[in-house]
């Protein structure tokens, strides 16, 4: 089975851009959840999105959206983008929900100059 | 205090010791609880998942929860240098349908 996959690998963008990262998850898993990874955060959750709703979101600004399309796809998007973002933003999958055993994806890493 | 505490690091054992990495976390309606590795420059990887108390036991690996104190554990017999990473402990509420992740410990396993 295929693992979950995340596009693109790496991003370089300026300050005040946007940005849009995918996730493939893992074939009949319905549940996505972001992450964003940084050294002095750890790891913090973003949203998570079940059959195309958001269900879950984490404590950031608006700023960061996403949405899950009919097939699982899910897309994340960063707009008017600021230095603080640059980081590792992780996709996971799983077949139920975030309270479930997720699958991480290898992650797009963002540098916001 | 955050949500999920593991014990500071980074943790430095040599090779055939057994590792032992804490977590502590303060939801008590916690369902569920897993831990994750992670290579350096990788994403997490799932290695164990826990939901009653007591031990788990896969190979190597040894998850013990204590619902009543908010502790779970991760035992590492015989570890190896392959070992060394950064343990990712994860606490579940199901009510609240997400996970919190703790700040990791990494370990180093010395040949």
């Known amino acids: 089975k295929a693992g979950v996959t995340q596009t693109p690998r790496y991003l370089i963008k300026t300050r005040g851009q946007q940005v849009t990262l995918s996730c493939s998850p893992i074939?009949?898993?319905?549940?996505v959840s972001w992450y964003q990874q940084t050294p002095g955060q750890g790891l913090q959750f973003l949203f998570e999105?079940?059959?195309?709703?958001?269900?879950n979101k984490g404590n950031f600004p608006g700023r960061f959206s996403g949405r899950q399309f009919s097939n699982s796809r899910s897309e994340m998007n960063v707009s008017t983008l600021e230095l603080g973002d640059s980081a590792l933003y992780l996709c996971?999958?799983?077949?139920?929900?975030?309270?479930?055993?997720?699958?991480f994806g290898p992650g797009t890493r963002l540098t916001v100059l | 205090q955050k949500e999920v505490e593991q014990n500071s690091g980074p943790l430095s054992v040599p090779e055939g010791a057994i590792a032992s990495l804490n977590c502590t976390y303060s939801?008590?309606?916690?369902?569920?609880f897993f831990w994750y590795r992670q290579y350096s420059g990788k994403s997490p990887e799932l290695i164990m998942s826990i939901y009653s108390n007591g031990d788990k036991e896969d190979g190597r690996f040894t998850a013990q929860l204590n619902k009543a104190s908010q502790y779970v554990s991760l035992l590492i017999r015989d570890s190896q240098p392959s070992d060394s990473a950064t343990y990712l402990c994860?606490?579940?509420?199901?009510?609240?349908?997400?996970?919190?992740f703790g700040d990791g410990t990494t370990l180093t396993v010395k040949p």
């Open positions: 074939s009949g898993h319905r549940s």
């Open positions: 994860a606490v579940c509420n199901t009510n609240a349908g997400k996970s919190t």
């Open positions: 939801d008590r309606v916690s369902q569920s």
């Open positions: 999105y079940f059959s195309e709703t958001q269900r």
């Open positions: 996971a999958s799983s077949l139920a929900g975030g309270d479930n055993e997720q699958f």
